[in-house]
């Protein structure tokens, strides 16, 4: 048994020794000096012998008794979804805490903070509409961001052009947004991962490069300007610019710049949670069920009668209607969008919010979304070193938990009489 | 049977239908018919088309030439979504229920084509047939065992009240003990008046249930004929 492992530990340390000899090797033991190079392998094998203590030290502790415990406890939990069984208390009282709590943020946090918790979000609502397409329809969206850039520039366009104001893109937003998920879906509707996710990725480029190009109609990489918001013709500017009054003159108190972003996150909040309600209805209506089903198996969805044209259109369309809406607040509270706001980058890591948290799971959305944009400015420490802890951080996450920090829960139904006459979770094998 | 099988009309028929997968022919002028009431049965090896064959009643693929009639209908195109409003259900291949919902669920997926009207009625009628799916009805369908992702499926397509069910190899993969009862049930399904189509490898288990039967090589039809005669070859 003992030389065994010894055996197994010696191959693992000596591949893992040549593999990585064989990366650092050009990378870092030759070193360009003017037309030659210096030769300093030395560096090289150093930095091999560290990986390949570092992978002795991981396998030593997986073959420990704690690592076996850890890996058994991670593994018990089997594909990570439960269902309830209609007993659970309900969580009002927390859910009221935590509303009441979000609410009076903006009373206690400092700038800084508000900004970061504004940014948390809008990626909230992103995430929340990529869940839809993605995490509950099953459609891989690599262009989402193209919605969120359509929110973003109807508000800083429609200003410009129409004297749209905030109020107003926020109605519009959610539409014309839902019709660009409209004309995306139609051409998509047969494709399915791999060529969706290409199509889609396209699609986001392409808005970004119109956005980018067309010079005359969007300023191009110049960007556009984005008028602060207004509250009943009430202004956060020092001097009312667009022919209100200035909200500090009509409280009669002094004026303050942190008011803007106190409006902003609220009305933010709001819309966050009317989302995260909507979306919940949703996932017990008919519709999401059918959302759900599509993704689970389309040909049995199509014997059984669901209309799969009107499901992929609507998961596509509400899906962009959130992103567009998230727009919108990051448009207001930016002040200015350009192109380079709505790259793939963005994309990837709406995605990356939505498959962290646990494809499908609105809380684990919520939590994701959290942690990807507050833990980059907590990281600010690590200065350069942040983006690579950030995707150390993503791996181990996706390599310990790939079905999302946050284990999804089934609805328990329980309709009418015969429901009634089962004791709900009375039956339930655990 | 409930009903006798001596209407006129073909509840559902076939009449020399050819598809294609791409520029394979897959099925070669197939003509068959299902009277109300009845049970036949499609047998066949791997590969002959018996599986085509029931998905291209759900338009995939669609068929290049023939006809396919529901009471004298010719549903060959279609949309998919609605001919299973037309009272036709499918017990698809290898089960393909929604492993990542509940027992519940999938029976609420079932209904899809008549609404929830009647659901608390059937789906007590479902636990009556099929005990194990009420004992695990909050249980992820996905964790059950084989011949209960089975029953499921079955019970999924018996939610949408059909009249006509397609059953395509309900047997595969499954125990012997296991098929058996899988048999049971179809005999008991037929015994509420419901007409079945039945797609199966498991010849003698397929025939013994069956009135009538036909025998698929190759995409097209080789024999056809009552089961019990088919059943000495």
Same mark, same amino acid.
Request: include cysteine; proline fraction near 5%; charged fraction near 15%.
């Given at each position: ?213 067309? =010079? %005359? #109609? $969007? ?6 300007? *984005? +008028?602060?918001?207004?509250? &009943? /013709? =009430? %202004? #956060? $500017? ?6 209100? *009054? +200035?909200?500090?003159?009509? &409280? /009669? ?178 | ?233």
């Amino acid at each position: 048994m003992k030389s065994n492992i010894l055996s197994m530990l010696s191959k693992q340390a000596l591949l893992t020794f040549t593999v990585s000899l064989v990366l650092f090797g050009p990378i870092s033991g030759l070193i360009l000096d003017g037309f030659s190079f210096k030769n300093e392998l030395l560096k090289a094998v150093s930095l091999a012998a560290v990986v390949t203590a570092g992978r002795v030290v991981i396998s030593l502790f997986q073959i420990s008794a704690i690592g076996r415990k850890l890996a058994a406890g991670l593994a018990s939990g089997h594909n990570g979804i439960t269902v309830k069984t209609g007993q659970e208390k309900s969580p009002l009282f927390i859910l009221v805490l935590l509303f009441i709590a979000g609410l009076s943020l903006p009373f206690f946090a400092d700038k800084y903070f508000l900004g970061i918790a504004i940014l948390a979000l809008i990626y909230c609502l992103l995430g929340l509409g990529l869940n839809i397409v993605v995490g509950l329809a099953g459609l891989l969206d690599l262009g989402f961001v193209a919605f969120y850039a359509v929110g973003a520039y109807l508000l800083a366009l429609g200003s410009q052009y129409i004297g749209l104001g905030f109020w107003g893109a926020l109605v519009i937003a959610p539409f014309l947004a839902g019709l660009c998920g409209m004309i995306l879906a139609f051409p998509v509707l047969k494709m399915h991962g791999d060529y969706l996710a290409i199509v889609t990725l396209g699609f986001g480029e392409i808005i970004r490069l119109v956005l980018n190009n067309w =010079l %005359e #109609f $969007t300023g191009g990489p110049n960007g556009a300007s *984005v +008028p602060p918001p207004t509250v &009943f /013709g =009430l %202004e #956060f $500017t020092r001097t009312a610019k667009q022919g209100g *009054v +200035p909200i500090h003159d009509y &409280f /009669g108190v002094s004026y303050s710049a942190d008011y803007k972003f106190w409006f902003i996150y609220i009305v933010l909040f709001l819309v966050v949670c009317i989302v995260i309600y909507a979306v919940e209805r949703l996932r017990v209506m008919p519709l999401g069920r059918m959302w759900e089903a599509l993704r689970e198996d389309e040909v049995a969805c199509r014997s059984l009668g669901v209309n799969h044209v009107f499901t992929k259109l609507t998961a596509f369309m509400l899906g962009a209607s959130t992103g567009g809406l998230a727009g919108v607040f990051f448009a207001v509270h930016q002040g200015f969008v350009n192109p380079t706001s709505f790259t793939f980058f963005e994309s990837a890591l709406i995605l990356a919010i939505v498959v962290l948290g646990g494809l499908g799971s609105t809380v684990g959305v919520i939590l994701a979304a959290l942690v990807l944009t507050i833990l980059p400015e907590l990281l600010r420490d690590f200065a350069e070193y942040r983006v690579l802890v950030f995707g150390i951080l993503m791996v181990v996450m996706m390599m310990w938990k790939p079905r999302g920090l946050v284990r999804i829960k089934r609805p328990a139904f329980f309709p009418g009489e015969a429901g009634r006459g089962l004791p709900a979770g009375a039956e339930v094998r655990q | 049977m409930n009903q006798p099988p001596d209407q006129t009309v073909p509840l559902l028929q076939f009449d020399g239908v050819h598809a294609y997968y791409g520029p394979v022919e897959a099925l070669k002028n197939v003509s068959l018919h299902i009277h109300p009431g009845e049970i036949v049965s499609l047998i066949g090896a791997n590969g002959a088309g018996k599986t085509t064959l029931l998905s291209s009643v759900f338009g995939a693929p669609r068929v290049s030439s023939g006809k396919i009639l529901h009471r004298g209908d010719d549903i060959s195109a279609t949309p998919t979504n609605l001919i299973s409003r037309r009272s036709i259900a499918l017990v698809p291949e290898g089960r393909q229920i929604y492993q990542d919902m509940s027992v519940e669920e999938n029976m609420i997926m079932g209904t899809t084509p008549i609404g929830m009207d009647h659901f608390d009625e059937d789906r007590t009628a479902m636990f009556g047939l099929f005990p194990r799916l009420k004992e695990r009805r909050n249980q992820l369908a996905g964790t059950m065992s084989g011949g209960e992702q089975q029953m499921l499926a079955i019970a999924r397509a018996m939610m949408a009240r059909p009249e006509l069910i397609l059953f395509d190899e309900p047997s595969l993969g499954l125990a012997p003990l296991v098929v058996k009862r899988v048999f049971e049930v179809l005999g008991e399904i037929a015994a509420l008046g419901k007409t079945i189509f039945l797609v199966e490898q498991n010849a003698n288990h397929a025939l013994k249930l069956s009135q009538r039967a036909y025998v698929m090589v190759n995409g097209r039809i080789h024999l056809s004929g009552e089961s019990a005669s088919l059943l000495d070859n």
